[in-house]
């Protein structure tokens, strides 16, 4: 385990060419509401505290543990000497490297599953085994080489893995123990084609499935239809580029494939709970200064 974490909370960042790090930190009192534009697992170590996000409380107390999607606004609050390890990651890794676990089913019901409304509690010996990934994601991200992303991608897999048999020891639902190859074949499709004008009859066609054995068999392996999962993921997308570029709001609505900008407003917000301008407001981001912005200025 880490000598001593830090005590006084640091605003979590992930560098620019950086795709995951462990942070550990001390608070006391409250946190202002805030979002990331990464995925952020929230180990709780020691002290207590309630984690607030739009979807309720989660009482945090040694073992708790939440993952956070990104765009999540959450604070904390009454937080007592709460001494928690953050670790983060990029999306793109889930579209990536990790992207077979979308594919599992214990594994996927981590990233689909409401974080407020299912919490996981490792015991004891779980949560010594994830501190010791934790460390060493901390100690692998502050190395200055470039040859250790298969190392990070490694730790995360193993945190996961904990995270992942936690939450089925206490699951109330069935795991189906494969995934149907359709699925997988559709997850591609979408993930690699997001700004595609999809509709559900032109997926199945594609599958040579009909629509509504597609959207059930989908929905039964990942938890999502599969339009509702093509909306989550161009919100993730928009997220990240609301987080990392200037772009406007109106070019990155195209980019992710929602070429009208209300629509997307409102899609977003579905998603994140917040519109794009807010969520952008909210990470701190300069003003956009993309073409069309710039060429507003010129005008």
């Known amino acids: ?22 942070v550990r930190q001390v608070y006391t009192g409250d946190s202002a509401p805030h979002a990331h534009s990464f995925f952020e697992i929230v180990f709780t170590l020691h002290g207590s505290g309630l984690l607030h996000t ?37 999306p793109p890794l889930l579209r990536r490297e990790l992207s077979w676990c979308l594919l599992d089913p214990s594994l996927n019901r981590l990233f689909t599953d409401q974080p407020a409304e299912h919490p996981v509690h490792l015991h004891k010996s779980d949560l010594q085994g994830a501190v010791a990934h934790l460390d060493e994601v901390a100690l692998l991200h502050n190395r200055t080489d470039t040859a250790h992303g298969s190392d990070l991608v490694a730790r995360l897999l193993l945190l996961l893995g904990i995270l992942a048999r936690a939450a089925n020891d206490t699951a109330e639902r069935p795991v189906d123990p494969l ?23 032109d997926l199945a066609d594609v599958l040579r499935l009909t629509p509504s054995y597609l959207s059930r068999l989908f929905k039964d392996h990942t938890g999502l239809p599969p339009m509702a999962y093509l909306a989550r993921r161009r919100a993730e997308q928009a997220a990240e580029l609301l987080a990392r570029t200037d772009a406007t709001i109106a070019e990155i609505a195209e980019h992710v494939g929602w070429s009208d900008q209300n629509y997307f407003a409102r899609r977003f917000k579905a998603h994140f709970g917040l519109t794009p301008s807010e969520y952008r407001q909210g990470l701190g981001v300069p003003s956009p200064r993309g073409p069309r912005a710039e060429q507003r200025r010129r005008n």
């Open 179 to 201: 995934t149907h190859p359709a699925v997988a074949d559709a997850l591609r499709i979408l993930d690699t084609q997001t700004t595609r004008d999809w509709t559900l009859t």
């Open 54 to 90: 739009s979807q309720g409380d989660t009482h945090l107390h040694r073992g708790t543990v939440i993952l956070l999607p990104p765009g999540t606004v959450h604070t904390a609050r009454g937080c007592q000497s709460l001494n928690v390890y953050h670790c983060c990651f990029a």
């Open 1 to 22: 385990m880490s000598d001593r974490p830090s005590t006084k909370a640091r605003d979590l960042h992930l560098p620019p060419g950086t795709f995951a790090r462990a």
